[in-house]
């Protein structure tokens, strides 16, 4: 909302950032005012928005010294000045903070505005309840899309080409196809194993898709932490800690079904002890993986959206692979 008070727009911030997403215009009032001054200010400037929701109050340089709540402003008496309504305990974030940051704030302290403030303590504008909307809806569908390894779209949709939805999706599928040959390579490698123990290849789908699975739902439980600020990247060891925890309790529970599977289905106790071990360090691996890959890629300044579910897999298939084999060569002495 445009006031005499508010400064001059600077040239677009860069995107992502707060303020690429905020409100230029805002309601704003002097720490001398009177109440009755002060609406007076945001019904002659003022016009219908969100940001109105919250009343700035700003000095002679226009930094920001409160965010009062309009209808607290609406309540008081007239005569009384806007200083003897403050409490100076107010929240605002940078203009140069990432988004999501904005999204959390406001979360965290039920704010429907938050006002944005420069490096100065400036008021630069305000994000409303609508702009948090927008940008969580937008964060949500681009972190869905960089789980299913697609580059994020620009438009919708039903507003991309199919050339464009083939750009998104045949980088990601071409990499994760080449990644595939290291389960490959590691079938060939124990060809000789396989061939003497046919039986255990029935096994390698069973076991494959419980590591991909849990490490992809250990994966989805850690960023959305870390998304919502649940999570911060100092709390990396606890996580390990839980999940290694979490990997032994699922590992044993898993394996006890598939060593039942193969003593009732297949290969009798010997198989299923093997099918047993190997099913336990697969999914101990795939949950630690899960839970760390988030955080490396944090601190690598990749997005963590990205240890989605064909990521995760991919590592964990190869991995899991080395382990049966190993386990099972080392148990038949093949």
């Not at 505005?113 to 504008?125: E, I, M, N, Q, R």
């Amino acid at each position: 909302m445009p006031t005499e008070d508010n400064p001059k727009i600077g040239p677009p911030a860069p995107a992502g950032t707060v303020g690429s997403r905020m409100e230029p215009g805002y309601a704003a009032v002097r720490v001398g005012w009177t109440v009755a001054e002060s609406l007076e200010h945001i019904r002659k400037f003022g016009v219908p928005s969100e940001s109105l929701d919250v009343v700035c109050v700003l000095d002679e340089n226009r930094r920001l010294l409160d965010a009062l709540p309009l209808s607290e402003v609406v309540l008081a008496d007239p005569a009384k000045k806007i200083e003897d309504l403050m409490d100076r305990e107010y929240v605002s974030i940078g203009v140069a903070e990432d988004q999501e940051k904005a999204i959390r704030k406001m979360r965290q302290h039920r704010l429907s505005a938050l006002p944005v403030v420069d490096s100065s303590g400036v008021l630069v504008g305000v994000v409303t309840a609508g702009d948090a909307f927008r940008i969580a809806e937008e964060e949500t569908t681009e972190d869905f899309h960089k789980k299913a390894a697609i580059t994020p779209l620009e438009k919708g949709y039903n507003e991309s080409s199919v050339w464009t939805l083939y750009r998104k999706r045949i980088v990601w599928l071409s990499l994760l196809g080449v990644a595939g040959f290291l389960s490959a390579g590691v079938i060939a490698a124990f060809e000789e194993t396989i061939a003497a123990m046919v039986i255990l290849a029935s096994f390698i789908p069973v076991l494959i898709d419980s590591g991909g699975n849990t490490g992809a739902q250990s994966a989805t439980l850690v960023i959305r932490a870390l998304a919502v600020g649940d999570l911060n990247l100092k709390q990396w060891l606890k996580v390990i800690r839980r999940e290694l925890v979490m990997g032994v309790i699922l590992g044993l529970s898993l394996g006890a079904v598939l060593f039942l599977m193969g003593v009732l289905w297949r290969g009798g106790p010997h198989v299923g002890l093997v099918v047993f071990m190997a099913m336990t360090c697969i999914v101990l691996l795939a949950n630690l993986v899960g839970g760390l890959l988030p955080f490396i890629l944090i601190r690598l300044k990749l997005d963590p959206a990205v240890a989605g579910s064909p990521v995760i897999t991919t590592i964990v298939d190869a991995s899991g692979l080395l382990i049966f084999f190993l386990i099972a060569r080392w148990y038949f002495r093949i």
